[in-house]
């Protein structure tokens, strides 16, 4: 060995951190297929509205909906999912605003499901839940 500071043998390079935890690529995953799916049963309902309103009416005789308040519902629906899908698509590249863009439109979503009063409690708890899931990882979002 010289003292110049070449060495016949260099010491082993460590391993690059991963970019993306392995869970958060996992639940990433899954919020990518789910909001996506649902952003097209949303747009295709938003779009044959008319079908959907005459589903609805056959099979909830008490509550009569019109065509136009099913299209508002299905349009505000499908823009949320949508933004909660290109939030997650931020947030895949570890950007902090995705996880700003998913939060402010699953809570949004969460809050119109829980004042809803023939609404399954689960779908906030679930949109909560993914939030704080997703939250478990925001000090790394640059």
């Known amino acids: 060995m010289n003292n110049t500071g070449d060495s016949e043998m260099e010491a082993p390079q460590p391993l690059p951190k991963p970019k993306r935890p392995v869970f958060l690529t996992i639940i990433c995953l899954f919020g990518l297929v789910y909001f996506f799916v649902f952003s ?41 999912f949508i933004l909660s899908l290109s939030g997650i698509i931020a947030m895949w590249n570890m ?21 809803q009063p023939k609404v399954s409690f689960s779908g906030p708890v679930f949109f909560i839940v993914l939030l704080i899931l997703f939250g478990l990882y925001f000090r790394r979002f640059r």
Request: glycine residues 10%; hydrophobic residues 50%.
């Open 95 to 115: 950007r902090r605003y995705g996880y700003y863009i998913f939060g402010i439109s699953s809570l949004i979503l969460a809050s119109f499901q829980l004042f």
């Open 40 to 80: 097209i049963l949303f747009l295709s309902g938003f779009f044959f509205a008319g079908w959907v309103t005459d589903a609805i009416n056959l099979y909830t005789p008490v509550d009569r909906y019109s065509g136009n308040n099913v299209r508002l519902i299905m349009g505000m629906f499908s823009l949320l």
